[in-house]
């Protein structure tokens, strides 16, 4: 393993990619690109990005490749990743997968690990639906396991909490079925690649970041062996 570490999050939605995301954001001081956050920020400030991607967004559907792929692809390319970046929701189709190693192989660079966060549907669908977002800064709460200090109020910014269209119940499902038909299959993907590390995603989130750090470690002994 080279000194920069190239990192895929891959896991249904509610799996915990955007909390571990963040932690790994902090301890590793890489550049954490999640692209729900992307495309949120940009249907929030209205512009072609956002409006381009709004429909797809509030039914539950992925939005299409080209639109993803520049996207991410712009970030990688920049000085920001010089030493790694943390991908949260990319790739999420196989094309976008082939379009990731494009572009890594264009930079004579490669992912370093892909970390699956496993959680199965029923958990899915109780955390995504007891799920509360702030319309200001996206800042995200849940009903019983994170609850605000005051109901339905972002303790971080005083904004009204609400309801993201796509944690409707029915659009929970949708988005499930699409993880399931388009996603799922870069686990094997991956998994033939040797990328692939699993990690349990039904414990605790300071217990998830544990085994997280712990996978990194064990990735960084194999890959000193190895030189
Ligand atoms: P997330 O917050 O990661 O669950 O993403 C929210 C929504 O953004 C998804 O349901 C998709 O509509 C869209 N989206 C995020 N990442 C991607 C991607 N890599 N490819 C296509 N659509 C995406």
């Known amino acids: 393993m080279s000194t920069e ?8 939605p509610g799996s915990g990619k955007g909390t571990q995301g963040e932690r790994l954001q902090a301890d590793l001081e890489l550049p954490y690109w999640a692209t729900g956050d992307i495309l949120r920020a940009a249907v ?27 996207m991410i692809g712009q970030r990688i390319d920049s000085d920001e990743a010089a030493d790694g970046f943390i991908l949260d929701g990319f790739p999420r189709t196989a094309p976008q997968a082939e379009a990731l190693a494009t572009k890594l192989t264009e930079l004579g660079r490669e992912l370093t690990v892909v970390l699956l966060i496993d959680v199965v549907d029923d958990e899915v669908v109780r955390r995504l639906g007891g799920r509360r977002t702030c ?22 910014d005083g904004s009204e909490l609400v309801i993201r269209d796509d944690d409707k119940p029915e659009v929970i499902r949708h988005r499930l079925e699409q993880y399931h038909a388009k996603t799922a299959p ?33 990735l960084r002994l194999e890959a000193d062996e190895a030189i």
């Open 5 to 12: 570490l190239n990192l895929v999050l891959l896991g249904p």
């Open 186 to 218: 870069l686990i094997e993907h991956y998994d033939t690649h040797s990328l692939l590390r699993r990690i349990d995603g039904a414990e605790s989130p300071d217990a998830v970041a544990d085994e997280i750090r712990r996978t990194l470690a064990t």
């Open 135 to 156: 319309v200001e800064g996206g800042h995200v709460f849940h009903v019983d396991f994170n609850p605000p200090g005051q109901d339905g109020v972002c303790d971080i």
């Open 44 to 70: 929030r400030e209205g512009t072609e990005l956002g409006r381009a991607a709004k429909e797809y967004m509030d039914r539950g559907d992925l939005v299409p490749d080209e639109v993803i792929v520049g």
